[in-house]
């Protein structure tokens, strides 16, 4: 028999973008945010604990200076708009942040499933502990430890098609995604280190989103 020529088409589910986010907005966010956690009172007026689900030591919006200041809002920009024509074919006018917000996790916390508001949104990642943990009973040792996970959550199993992505935290990646698109968090154990991320809401161009249109 000749050779087949054959290639996989992926086109069903929402694609996911996976970035690295710029050492410098990095340590711009965590300078930013090691200074902030300082000032309780300051902390307190931006938490947005009653807002967001999880069940974490602090959760709090950025202030629009240091999205500004940092380079945060121009990398999501950019990497939004990027993301948007390649998939599209079509070039957004707009991008309206919302609102962008840090996630300060430590040992046995978590993110219950979810979704945001908005037209998309993203997680990423500016500290991450040395030791996330292990499985606690020896018949697991062998299957992979998800502590600490972000897991990405669409449809339902099927055969050929998982509904899940388990992504393991690294200090500047940072994955885009569409708003509804079901995610949660699990806890870590063995640590006493943070796990502190970052995400963000916005809205692009009604008229690129809307594709049921009307």
């Known amino acids: 028999m000749s050779k087949v020529k054959f290639s996989i088409i992926r086109k069903f589910g929402p694609p996911i973008l996976q970035v690295k986010i710029p050492d410098e ?5 965590n300078d930013y945010v090691d200074e902030i956690i300082k000032d309780k009172e300051k902390i307190k007026k931006l938490s947005a604990g009653e807002y967001l689900v999880g069940d974490v030591t602090q959760e709090f919006k950025l202030e629009n200076e240091i999205v500004k200041k940092s380079g945060w809002g121009d990398f999501l920009a950019l990497c939004v ?6 998939e599209t074919g079509m070039k957004p006018t707009k991008f309206r942040i919302i609102n962008t917000w840090i996630v300060r996790q430590f040992q046995n916390e978590y993110n219950p499933t979810h979704w945001h508001g908005g037209h998309l ?28 996970n972000l897991q990405l959550i669409h449809g339902s199993r099927m055969f050929l098609s998982h509904s899940t992505l388990d992504i393991e935290p690294k200090v500047g990646e940072f994955y885009f995604f569409p708003n509804y698109l079901m995610h949660t968090v699990f806890p870590f154990k063995n640590s006493n280190e943070e796990r502190r991320s970052i995400s963000f809401n916005a809205e692009i161009d009604d008229e ?5 249109g009307g």
Do not use: F, M
Request: proline share 2%; net charge positive; no cysteine.
């Open 121 to 148: 949104s993203g997680a990423g990642y500016l500290k991450v502990p040395k030791n996330l943990g292990n499985h606690s009973s020896e018949d697991k040792k062998s299957k992979k430890y998800r502590g600490g």
């Open 208 to 212: 690129i989103y809307n594709v049921y």
């Open 81 to 86: 708009t990027n993301w948007i024509h390649q």
């Open 25 to 29: 907005i990095v340590k711009n966010l």
